[in-house]
């Protein structure tokens, strides 16, 4: 219970720095960036308008929310570490792990109210839409614009940014922030391509290249399972099963990382 | 019973790029402090002060020896309710205010509602930090910023502070404040360990200190015990003297020093009566301004220690540590 508090602490401490830093201006130009796409989408298109607003909303969900991710992610422990804050803090009755859970925690409230507040602006302009575009235009939409289906494309969004901020925190511990951002982004486009190098087998002949890239195959995190953007767009079914099979997966290699940045973080010597 | 026991400790840190070799930055520190005093660890710029509070507050991990605070081992994180901390120069968010900052730190350790507003209040007002506590923490001074850290050192009541060089980046008139809150936790029971390389906080604070350099502990003791502060002659400063007068005493001074419009300071051996000589020169039309015992000050004593520990030192790489 105690942990729990100390770990909620800290959360609320690091959400009240994002909002400070002006982190959810993002969210400004993100509706923006919707209403105006949605404007001059509609002079262009027929048709595909609805579905191209979906794509562009869903993708700069990830891409915001990567650099807040990112961005924010590798400077929660190590600048914490340069300014020195962390010695008044880390006196206090707080074991080490819970400043990292509540680190996380807190950046992860950041983004969920990030994610959250963008859902529901793209929601409303596509409800804009479907009040105002001719019956005409509707029929030929592959999938109804306010689309209940686009929550698991949001929900897949926010385990990758869960997993993009672990991936931060857990370098943020140990190396500068340059480094950390290097890593990061680093993992984040290798994860992209993990799941070709599971098939690096049957166009390499070395034993050990084939064995290396199927270590790398377990180890690298799958970035692309969690885009199932093309699928929700086109109307395209997600089963229950992949959803709940890929946000475990997600939230297992969350639970790893920052278990490892725990480990590495308490025995760390901040002279 | 004790607040503060080290038993040897010791730490080294890997340096250089290529080649690690360690550096050894504590020596065996062996050390008691007792509860309710005021105890003042003194050393010039890298003698391992910052290094020996840190081991205690477990910011970094001890090569080798132990450490106990209030009889818990450092770094016991429930031990930590009792015990305020305030880092060298400190830092802090600097987006929040220092009303906030505390705040989030009385948060920490469990206050909540009213009680944890009045207590960051009255910790404010005790520090000196007026309508700026609602300022972010970026548009403080380094003064300022050193009450807010003294002020979060405070925030639980703790039994036993630790604060590393309190005066640093104080005015006069901050020193003075530090030096009455340090007086006024010592009546209030509270043991007090502070760093400094200013020695005359420590002349006025400390009953006992501790003179590190090299990373060994070179004296320890109560500041009167010290042999180097025991009298060894008097000063007594007189109107009314021309130089033909002090000339006829001379052979009895140490020396003597024109201060000015008839003023003089004398100093005197130890073994001779002062009220003579005064009661001499006063027939002859002076007037007695002062008379003190002369002693060694705290700065003689550390200048001596520390220098003779820098002639005997042995290397501080430990063996097999390199050059």
Same mark, same amino acid.
């Given at each position: 219970?105690?942990?729990?508090?100390?770990?909620?602490?800290?959360?609320?401490?690091?959400?009240?720095?994002?909002?400070?830093?002006?982190?959810? /201006?993002?969210?400004?130009?993100?509706?923006?960036?919707?209403?105006?796409?949605? !404007?001059?989408?509609?002079?262009? *298109?027929? +048709?595909?308008?609805?579905?191209?607003?979906?794509?562009?909303?869903?993708a700069?969900?990830?891409?915001?929310?990567?650099?807040?991710?990112?961005?924010?992610?590798?400077?929660?422990?190590?600048?914490?570490?340069?300014?020195? #804050?962390?010695?008044?803090?880390?006196?206090?009755?707080?074991?080490?792990?819970?400043?990292?859970?509540?680190?996380?925690?807190?950046?992860?409230l950041?983004?969920a109210?990030?994610?959250?507040?963008?859902?529901?602006?793209? !929601?409303?302009?596509?409800?804009?839409?479907?009040?105002?575009?001719?019956?005409?235009?509707?029929?030929? =939409?592959?999938?109804?614009?306010?689309?209940?289906?686009?929550?698991?494309?949001?929900?897949?969004?926010?385990?990758?940014?869960?997993?993009?901020?672990?991936?931060?925190?857990?370098?943020s *511990?140990?190396?500068s922030?340059?480094?950390?951002?290097?890593?990061?982004?680093?993992?984040?486009?290798?994860?992209?391509?993990?799941?070709?190098?599971?098939?690096?087998?049957?166009?390499?002949?070395?034993?050990?290249?084939?064995?290396?890239?199927?270590?790398?195959?377990?180890?690298?995190?799958?970035?692309?399972?969690?885009?199932?953007?093309?699928?929700v767009?086109?109307?395209?079914?997600?089963?229950?099963?992949? &959803?709940?099979?890929?946000?475990?997966? %997600?939230?297992?290699y969350?639970?790893?990382?920052?278990?490892?940045?725990?480990?590495?973080?308490?025995?760390?010597?901040?002279? | 019973?004790?607040?503060?026991?080290?038993e040897?400790?010791?730490?080294?840190?890997?340096?250089?790029? =290529?080649?690690?070799?360690? /550096?050894?930055?504590?020596?065996?520190?062996?050390?008691?402090?007792?509860a309710?005093?005021?105890?003042?660890?003194?050393?010039?710029? @890298?003698?391992?002060?910052?290094?020996?509070?840190?081991?205690?507050?477990?910011?970094?991990?001890?090569? #080798?020896?132990?450490?106990?605070?209030?009889?818990?081992?450092?770094?016991?994180?429930?031990?930590?309710?009792?015990?305020?901390?305030?880092?060298?120069?400190? !830092?802090f968010?600097?987006?929040?205010?220092?009303?906030?900052?505390?705040?989030?730190?009385?948060?920490?350790?469990? /206050?909540?509602?009213?009680?944890?507003?009045?207590?960051?209040?009255?910790?404010?007002?005790?520090?000196g930090?007026?309508?700026?506590?609602?300022?972010? &923490?970026?548009?403080?001074?380094?003064?300022?910023?050193?009450?807010? @850290?003294?002020?979060?050192?405070?925030l639980?009541?703790?039994?036993?502070?630790?604060?590393?060089?309190?005066?640093?980046?104080?005015?006069?008139?901050?020193?003075?404040?530090?030096?009455r &809150?340090?007086?006024?936790?010592?009546?209030? +029971?509270?043991?007090?360990?502070?760093? #400094?390389?200013?020695?005359?906080?420590?002349?006025?604070?400390?009953?006992?200190?501790?003179?590190?350099?090299?990373?060994?502990?070179?004296?320890? %003791?109560?500041?009167?015990d010290?042999?180097?502060?025991?009298?060894?002659? =008097?000063?007594?400063?007189m109107?009314?003297?021309?130089?033909?007068?002090?000339?006829?005493?001379?052979?009895?001074?140490?020396?003597?020093?024109?201060?000015?419009?008839?003023?003089?300071?004398?100093?005197?051996?130890?073994?001779?009566?002062?009220?003579?000589?005064?009661?001499?020169?006063?027939a002859? %039309?002076?007037?007695?301004?002062?008379?003190?015992?002369?002693?060694?000050? &705290?700065?003689?004593?550390?200048?001596?220690?520390?220098?003779?520990?820098?002639?005997?030192?042995?290397p501080? =790489?430990?063996?097999?540590?390199?050059?």
């Open positions: 219970m105690k942990a729990l508090r100390v770990v909620g602490t800290i959360a609320v401490s690091v959400f009240r720095e994002s909002v400070r830093d002006k982190v959810l /201006y993002n969210l400004v130009f993100f509706a923006l960036l919707l209403i105006s796409a949605s !404007y001059l989408i509609g002079q262009l *298109t027929a +048709g595909q308008d609805v579905k191209i607003i979906k794509d562009l909303g869903l700069a969900m990830l891409l915001f929310g990567l650099f807040i991710a990112v961005f924010i992610g590798i400077g929660l422990v190590s600048k914490e570490v340069e300014r020195r #804050s962390i010695y008044s803090l880390l006196a206090k009755p707080i074991r080490r792990h819970e400043f990292i859970a509540g680190k996380y925690a807190g950046l992860v950041t983004l109210v990030n994610v959250a507040v963008m859902a529901v602006a793209l !929601y409303l302009v596509l409800a804009c839409m479907a009040v105002t575009e001719p019956a005409a235009v509707r029929a030929a =939409w592959e999938a109804p614009a306010v689309d209940p289906a686009m929550l698991e494309a949001i929900l897949l969004i926010f385990v990758e940014l869960m997993l993009v901020t672990a991936l931060a925190l857990f370098f *511990t140990f190396s922030p340059i480094l950390s951002a290097s890593f990061t982004v680093g993992l984040v486009i290798a994860g992209q391509f993990d799941s070709d190098l599971k098939h690096f087998r049957a166009i390499v002949h070395s034993r050990v290249v084939a064995d290396l890239t199927r270590a790398l195959y377990y180890v690298l995190p799958n970035m692309a399972a969690f885009d199932v953007k093309a699928q767009v086109h109307g395209l079914p997600v089963t229950a099963g992949y &959803l709940a099979v890929t946000t475990a997966y %997600g939230v297992s969350v639970a790893a990382v920052v278990l490892a940045a725990m480990v590495i973080f308490a025995r760390r010597d901040f002279r | 019973m004790l607040a503060i026991r080290t040897a400790l010791t730490k080294d840190y890997a340096v250089g790029f =290529w080649r690690k070799r360690p /550096y050894r930055a504590l020596d065996r520190l062996t050390l008691e402090v007792a309710g005093e005021v105890f003042g660890f003194l050393g010039p710029n @890298g003698a391992g002060k910052t290094t020996t509070l840190k081991l205690l507050m477990q910011l970094i991990y001890p090569t #080798s020896g132990r450490a106990e605070l209030l009889g818990r081992p450092a770094g016991d994180v429930d031990g930590r309710r009792r015990i305020g901390y305030l880092p060298e120069n400190p !830092y968010y600097d987006h929040l205010t220092a009303e906030e900052l505390l705040t989030y730190f009385a948060a920490v350790f469990g /206050y909540r509602g009213r009680a944890r507003r009045d207590r960051v209040a009255r910790l404010l007002d005790e520090v930090i007026g309508v700026e506590r609602r300022l972010q &923490l970026r548009k403080f001074s380094r003064g300022m910023l050193q009450r807010v @850290g003294i002020a979060q050192a405070l639980n009541d703790p039994a036993l502070v630790v604060f590393d060089e309190p005066m640093s980046g104080l005015d006069p008139l901050g020193r003075r404040d530090v030096r &809150l340090i007086l006024r936790l010592r009546d209030q +029971g509270v043991t007090v360990f502070f760093s #400094s390389h200013v020695l005359s906080d420590a002349e006025a604070l400390c009953s006992r200190v501790a003179v590190l350099a090299g990373g060994r502990l070179v004296a320890s %003791g109560r500041l009167g010290m042999a180097a502060f025991q009298v060894r002659g =008097w000063e007594l400063v109107t009314g003297l021309d130089e033909a007068r002090v000339d006829r005493v001379r052979d009895r001074l140490l020396g003597a020093t024109r201060i000015g419009d008839g003023r003089y300071a004398l100093e005197l051996p130890l073994e001779s009566a002062p009220d003579r000589l005064v009661a001499e020169l006063s002859a %039309g002076a007037e007695l301004v002062s008379l003190n015992p002369v002693r060694d000050t &705290l700065e003689d004593f550390f200048v001596e220690q520390v220098t003779r520990s820098a002639a005997s030192a042995p501080r =790489w430990p063996a097999g540590g390199g050059a």
